[in-house]
């Protein structure tokens, strides 16, 4: 099992897009995939148009249920936020413990329950929310626009992984940069990728997500891309990203 936390403090660069789609082009290889939101934005959860009848992850960090994976689809499963998550976050900070609250969850879920990957959706800044999935996860994929803009702050999350991997998961490592958005025409978006290349050698995805507007709209029919448009550019480029991603360790 690969637990993969998806993060940027940047928004706008595809974080949330990317767990979304990414999760759904594994699940559709034959892999059993959940998706945690743990933002409490609650983009993916709106963005696949889940209930929130369902039981959130608010409930779980806070100790009243379990966390309950809800399905998306075939091989798909998610466990939803709500906006009260962003209370929950400050109130936890000085509890004991509280770095590893989200792992200790996973742990008693995936003892009766299987899945290939986890992918959690993280939220934009660098709170108790993100240090929990850096301590529960295996690697840190980070979605970036092509444009220097988004480059601002590389260093800083940079920073963090590593923090968290000196002081609490020793197993933690950044698996890979995401390009998304992209424009092979643009020789601005191939100087950008040059240069985060250059900052982070060997860690960029062979494949990056070009700018396409079934994935932009995917969300407003609580899709993945993969489902709504199997055929579109998007769809084709997040299967390839999977492939690439089962490639790697």
Known sequence: MKILAISNHKGGVGKTTT???LGAALAEKGHSVLLIDLDAQANLTQSLGLTLE???ICGAIE???????????KNLYAIPSALELAVIAERIVTQPGSDHILQVLLERLTASRKFNYILIDCPPTLSKLTINAFTAANQVYIPLQAEYLALQGLGTLVEAVNLVKARINKGLTIGGVVITQYDSRRIL????????EKQLP????????RENIAIAEAPTRGL???RYNPKSNGAKDYK???AEVLKRK
Request: proline share 3%; hydrophobic share 50%.
């Open 189 to 196: 978006n191939k100087e950008v990728v040059a240069a985060i």
């Open 54 to 56: 369902a039981k959130t």
């Open 63 to 73: 100790g009243k249920h379990e966390l309950h994976p809800v399905e998306v689809a």
């Open 19 to 21: 767990t979304i789609n």
């Open 224 to 226: 993945d891309v993969i």
């Open 240 to 242: 390839a990203l999977a």
């Open 202 to 209: 060997g860690k960029v995805f062979t494949t990056k997500i």
